[in-house]
């Protein structure tokens, strides 16, 4: 049983310690990047992009956190997650504002990228190449597993990408769709565990 129980740790050490992003070491003049964090919905995204940002406001960095205004299922201002860990947030229109509003800062939080206009992407190398370190976070599809929105275009330009899973709600394994529980058939449909759940690929098709 001891050995069954050290390897299980060793295991899931490893599997935590190879999904945890980790802030390259940079020497020299500062450099900016685009980091992407994908997956379904209840996978975890919002938590991981919260927990990257209070490590660089804990490292004394200026930090800037949008969010699309359309997006007030749990709070109208704030970027909050499925387990309630909350961040003060500004709510924006369109992704140009991000250029207009994030002057002199050196991480900028971005969550729910798929609702954003096509700037988007270009907002994000335009604060790249002026040296900031770029958070991203959103659903790669949609409840159809389509492509959602610009994030195929922000995930082919990102220096870093993190999928996560969320588990499957008829099976257990792993999930990487969005399946929705209602007839709806708008692209856009904001919900939480009522209007959506997560699936793995077979459950999905099922």
């Known amino acids: 049983f001891n050995n069954c129980f050290h390897n299980f740790c060793v295991f899931n050490f490893k599997l935590f310690y190879c999904h945890m992003f980790i802030e390259p070491n940079l020497s020299g003049e500062r450099r900016g990047w685009i980091e992407v964090i994908c997956g379904s919905m209840f996978s975890g995204k919002t938590e991981e992009l919260i927990r990257r940002l209070k490590r660089a406001k804990i490292a004394n960095l200026k930090v800037e956190i949008f969010k699309p205004a359309v ?44 609702f954003f206009d096509a700037e988007i992407v270009s907002v994000c190398e335009k604060l790249a190449l002026k040296g900031v370190r770029v958070i991203v976070a959103g659903l790669d599809m949609d409840y159809t597993g389509k492509p ?59």
């Open 71 to 114: 997006d007030k299922r749990y709070d109208e201002n704030d970027v909050v997650s499925h387990d309630a860990n909350v961040i003060t947030s500004t709510p924006i229109e369109n992704s140009q504002t991000i250029l207009l509003m994030a002057q002199d800062v050196d991480v900028v939080g971005i969550d729910e990228a798929q």
């Open 148 to 206: 959602f929105g610009q994030m195929p275009n922000l995930l082919a330009t990102a220096d870093y990408i993190t999928k996560l899973h969320a588990i499957c709600m008829k099976c257990g394994n792993i999930a990487n769709i969005s399946y929705r529980k209602t007839s709806d058939e708008g692209q856009v449909l904001l919900g939480e565990k009522d209007t959506y759940e997560p699936r793995c690929r077979n459950c999905f098709h099922e």
